[in-house]
T-cell receptor
Framework: KNEVEQSPQNLTAQEGEFITINCSYS?????LHWLQQHPGGGIVSLFM???GKKKHGRLIATINIQEKHSSLHITASHPRDSAVYIC????????????FGTGTRLTIIP | DTAVSQTPKYLVTQMGNDKSIKCEQN?????MYWYKQDSKKFLKIMFS???????INETVPNRFSPKSPDKAHLNLHINSLELGDSAVYFC????????????FGNGTRLTVT
């Protein structure tokens, strides 16, 4: 079982819909990252958070440390949001490495 | 200006060859990484350097050797390439190890035939 699980694996929605992608992890962490990988392959860091909530434009990321769970929300989704969204966690003991989820492929239909 | 640049973008080579992938960042970051993304799109850390010093060395065959001539560069040399090495390799950097957002290069798609 992967230390970082994402759901759903695939998500197709209509333009304008509110999107939620979930990330659950099994270890104590010091930070959680949300990444976006475009169809062309490039990876962009969206958020890094260790508590609470962060917002950037139409994107919102929340984390509940006690429940070991994070969500990424997209409001007013647009076809250009179509990408793979990847959750990654940094364990709070051991070395500095990030452990990645398997990603959620989001497709927004016009 | 490209923040993290890696070359080449595509690399096709035969089994047994030796190849290198170069990475440079102009962000002034202290930490650089190499990640491997397999055919199922799963990302995994290979190496991490902080100020030219190796800090993460995951279970990677010793055919893979990173080299950091200065903190702005982290190159990856691969000896005796095997079919299973085919993947996309991403270079990344961050200001502070583990506590800063990552900035990724555009990836190098390596195909071993």
């Amino acid at each position: 079982k992967n230390e970082v699980e994402q759901s759903p694996q695939n998500l197709t929605a209509q333009e304008g819909e509110f999107i939620t992608i979930n990330c659950s992890y099994s270890v104590g962490i010091s930070a959680l990252h949300w990444l976006q990988q475009h169809p062309g392959g490039g990876i962009v860091s969206l958020f890094m958070l260790s508590s609470g909530k962060k917002k950037h434009g139409r994107l919102i990321a929340t984390i509940n440390i006690q429940e070991k769970h994070s969500s990424l929300h997209i409001t007013a989704s647009h076809p250009r949001d179509s990408a793979v969204y990847i959750c990654a966690v940094r364990s709070n003991f051991g070395n500095e490495k990030l452990t990645f989820g398997t990603g959620t492929r989001l497709t927004i239909i016009p | 200006d490209t923040a993290v640049s890696q070359t080449p973008k595509y690399l096709v080579t035969q089994m047994g060859n030796d190849k290198s992938i170069k990475c440079e960042q102009n962000l002034g970051h202290d930490t650089m990484y190499w990640y491997k993304q397999d055919s199922k799109k799963f990302l995994k850390i290979m190496f991490s350097y902080n100020n030219k010093e190796l800090i993460i060395n995951e279970t990677v065959p010793n055919r893979f050797s990173p080299k950091s001539p200065d903190k702005a560069h982290l190159n990856l040399h691969i000896n005796s390439l095997e079919l299973g090495d085919s993947a996309v390799y991403f270079c990344a950097s961050s200001l502070v190890t583990g506590f800063s957002p990552l900035h990724f290069g555009n990836g190098t798609r390596l195909t071993v035939t």
